[in-house]
């Protein structure tokens, strides 16, 4: 089965210094029929004013991938990490047991537009831990990049699910298959331009969802750029419990 997520239908949080779009419902943004897809649970697109930024807060038990696509983001947090995650890097914390981190964008005169994405766990209160590596786009012309895997394979992100995670670019002509082992969930994030998956023409900003297939490919291409996740065919549902740590809401997201 395949549905489209519409760039247009994502839920929005406007504010004077940051714009928001969320794939899944998050923050003051809810909808029922959008909740997440197995263990995926969010997909925000931000664009962050200069100087700006989210104050320190916490997060428990979710695993949380960050991918810069312009600028420069400034973090630090409570495992004593104070980095710059730059355009091209992808960041991810597991913040299993409990972490606090803040996050601003770094320059005083240019705006950072990022992805947050964030997956449910296979086990709670782990170690917390931190990770961030350059991924060259060269290396993704035409073909999948693994970004993150549970086991870290192929120089990956070691991530604490049975998900895999793929940057791809594709240009006119460039057509490239990824197959499943097994019957499987994906889900298609286009990050810029056109492209057909699975025959379906989606664009910047879409998302595809494929349940239990077996291969996700992608054709007729007018730069883009995706992200893949492979994900299991029944994921989790986020409990009661769980601490998400949503603070880039109006309510708590604080400026510099």
Known sequence: MKEIRKAGDRGATRLPWLKSRHSFSFGSYRNPEESGFSDLRVINEDWISPGKGFGQHGHRDVEILTYVLKGTLAHRDTLAN???IHAGDFQLISAGSGIEHSEFNASATQPVHLLQIWLTPHLSRTKPSYQQKHFPAGERHGKLQLIASKTGQAGSLKILQDTKIYAGNFSQGESHTLALAGRRHAYVHVVAGRLRVNGETVVEGDGLKLTETQAVTFSHAT??????????????APSRKQSFGGCKTQACARRR
């Open 82 to 84: 104070s980095t710059r």
């Open 223 to 236: 730069d883009a750029q995706v992200l893949v996740f492979d994900l299991r065919a029944t994921g989790s």
